[in-house]
């Protein structure tokens, strides 16, 4: 594995136990300047991972506590005169960072959840006829809990596409909690982490080596035929968007760059598709019927689909 990948993955590690695949994803995320939508329960260290990653990078992080009471303005931004000058002066809000955690997504209004479609998109905010840049890198590393409903807001697909990948933490196994409580007995974990292991710059620079990773077109045409399946069949209401495909394309880059390698293997584009795909997933009646999940319809597709030889 890459030296920068494996320094920044054993930092996280100092802090989550016994999640290294999802921490992975995660970096494969934010080297393709994607957005991660954490979808877990309450407790499983969400919160400790966003932090653990931006305290590894030494980069700016922000946590945003979604309720139903927030405003645009608390996520963007707002104007404000000054007393003593009598101009306009822009007062950031929680977007101005590297790293932004948006706790329990789904608990903000429609109105909040639009005000990050720009912030996720663009990598800008305009307020008052200005646009401002956010810092480089920057990540939204949004959370929900998938099984209480009460109180929240629907996700809309436009904004559910715009996530570069969907994870889940997942409880830890008895051992790995036993570690989790001996870390936790005498003080925060998030201290073990003296300094940043990868600066920011070197994020940047490595973003552009992942870009420059080779995909054969006949991995091209796989992640196409792959997406295109989910587009024509009955039991799929809402198929992967191209802005999907263009995720998969990415993260499979990012994949094979992690692991050292100049080139794009059908095997990086399974290692991703779960991840970067299965939200964007709509299945029909007959879909929940006979698959139940997303996750399981896209493993139905990649069993179907003709892996490229050589």
Do not use: W
Request: glycine content about 6%; some cysteine.
């Amino acid at each position: 594995m890459n030296n920068q990948i494996q320094a920044l993955l054993d930092s996280v590690e100092q802090v989550i136990v016994g999640k290294r695949p999802v921490i992975t994803r995660v970096v494969a995320a934010l080297l393709c300047n994607g957005h991660v939508l954490i979808e877990d329960v309450p407790g499983v260290g969400k919160t400790q991972l966003a932090a653990s990653l931006s305290r590894s990078l030494g980069g700016s992080f922000n946590r945003i506590q979604l309720t139903p009471d927030i405003m645009p303005s608390d996520v963007v931004g707002f104007s404000m005169v000054d007393q003593q000058t009598g101009k306009l002066e822009y007062r950031p809000g929680a977007a101005m960072c590297n790293f932004l955690l948006a706790d329990e997504i789904n608990r903000a209004s429609p109105k909040v959840q639009s005000s990050l479609l720009e912030v996720m998109e663009e990598y800008q905010i305009s307020l008052d006829g200005q646009t401002r840049p956010l810092p480089r890198p920057f990540m939204v590393l949004a959370t929900q809990n998938p099984v209480e409903t009460y109180g929240t807001y629907h996700l809309p697909e436009a904004q559910m596409d715009r996530f570069f990948m969907r994870i889940s933490m997942g409880y830890p196994t008895p051992e790995e909690e036993m570690r989790i409580l001996e870390r936790t007995e005498h003080y925060n974990p998030i201290e073990n982490i003296k300094a940043p292991a990868v600066t920011l710059d070197s994020v940047l620079r490595l973003q552009q080596q992942v870009a420059q990773v080779t995909v054969a077109d006949s991995v091209k045409a796989y992640i196409l035929s792959i997406v295109s399946a989910t587009r024509s069949m009955e039991e799929v209401t809402l198929g992967v968007s191209p802005r999907g495909s263009i995720a998969l394309y990415k993260a499979a880059k990012a994949n094979a760059f992690m692991f050292e390698r100049s080139y794009v293997t059908p095997g990086d584009v399974k290692a991703m598709a779960e991840c970067v795909l299965a939200h964007r997933i709509l299945l029909s009646a007959k879909g929940k019927t006979v698959f139940g999940t997303p996750q399981a319809c896209l493993a139905s597709v990649l069993d179907r689909v003709a892996v490229p030889m050589g």
